[in-house]
């Protein structure tokens, strides 16, 4: 049997330990990682699925189609089965705007995503004045506080197990595991000495507005994304910024900012608020390797470095991730066997 382990339980993690039990259901799985559920980067996420083209350098056009299409046929089928609800997903409709007109024309998800349209001159007036461009569409909004509990279930309903633990250096692993995952995001940093991962910071605020029934974004700083209970007030980009403390001031300048954008903003009761750092990486890393550890091979999986698109990206990457855990199972059953 197989023995393979996944490092890291965010979104990515937990959709690539999942999507490996489907391609290899004989092999023995387990995750493992510090910090599980809501302890995670992925829960404080809006979960929006609009994959940002400026947000992601270094991946063939072409590459990215494919992990976007993979992950909006995932997150599409869930928001349209009886297991919306259950899992989180649904779909919402709402607006973008801003200054820069490839944000509209972005060709990486209008193909995808439904009614996508950019807007006439008089409805972007009407709606906000402030920026030049505009467009509407539907999508899928995912709420992780469900999907991941979810997937978890599933994955240990099919055998999986979890493993609390800090792992310092993947090849501490050999012997225990033959392949190892490796989805540890900004933790690749220490894992592997990656100093190409640098984190975003990001902040929101979470109000209670339950009149707020569409998203909307200006620019890529300001955006509402409505859940079951709240709606997720955004942002902040603070690229290379290490510490996870909510700042009052900047809070009150994303809810200031927010106004401009939605007006309706105003009336809304803070509930709550959050930052954390998203794991940046130009391109991100999902590629295989073999490593020789005490003379015997190490199937080696990477895949991270999503930023801000972890959970719009995670189902397709995932999907290509098992595929290159199946591929390199070979090389190491077939060494483990001699």
């Not at 890291?8 to 493992?32: D, W, Y």
């Not at 270094?58 to 297991?83: C, H, N, Q, R």
């Not at 974004?217 to 909510?246: A, L, M, Q, S």
């Not at 990457?317 to 098992?322: D, G, Q």
Request: glycine share 10%; hydrophobic share 40%; net charge positive.
């Amino acid at each position: 049997m197989v023995r393979i382990a996944v490092i890291g339980a965010g979104m990515v993690g937990l959709a690539t330990a999942v999507n490996v039990q489907k391609v290899m259901p004989h092999a023995s799985i387990t995750i493992i990682a510090d910090k599980f559920g809501n302890n995670t980067t992925s829960a404080g996420a809006g979960g929006i699925f609009r994959p940002s083209a400026a947000l992601i350098k270094g991946v063939e056009p072409e590459v990215l189609k494919t992990w976007i299409k993979d992950s909006w046929d995932y997150f599409f089928g869930l928001a349209m089965s009886p297991l919306a609800g259950e899992t989180g997903n649904g779909l919402v409709s709402g607006f973008l705007f801003s200054d820069d007109l490839k944000d509209i024309e972005d060709p990486l998800y209008k193909d995808v995503l439904l009614n996508f349209r950019v807007m006439t001159d008089e409805e972007r007036r009407r709606l906000n004045s402030k920026f030049k461009y505009g467009c509407f569409f539907t999508t899928v909004i995912t709420q992780t506080k469900k999907l991941m509990p979810w997937l978890m279930t599933q994955f240990k309903s099919k055998g999986g197990r979890i493993e609390f633990r800090t792992v310092g250096k993947i090849e501490e692993l050999a012997g225990q595991y033959d392949i190892v995952i490796n989805c540890t995001g900004l933790g690749s940093r220490q894992l592997l000495n990656d100093q190409a991962m640098y984190p975003v910071k990001g902040q929101l605020a979470i109000v209670k507005a339950p009149w707020i029934k569409t998203f909307a974004y200006g620019g890529h700083k300001t955006y509402f994304i409505p859940h079951d209970e709240y709606v997720i007030v955004g942002g902040t980009r603070e690229e290379g910024n290490f510490n996870t403390d909510v700042v009052p001031q900047v809070q009150d300048d994303i809810l200031q900012r927010a106004a401009e954008v939605l007006p309706q903003v105003k009336g809304a009761k803070v509930i709550g608020s959050w930052a954390g750092l998203r794991p940046h990486r130009d391109p991100l890393r999902l590629e295989k390797e073999l490593l020789m550890v005490n003379g015997k091979k190490l199937g080696v999986v990477h895949n991270y470095g999503h930023g801000a698109n972890g959970i719009s990206l995670s189902w397709g990457t995932a999907i290509k991730a098992a595929k290159l855990v199946e591929e390199i199972s070979g090389q190491v059953v077939k060494e483990s066997k001699l």
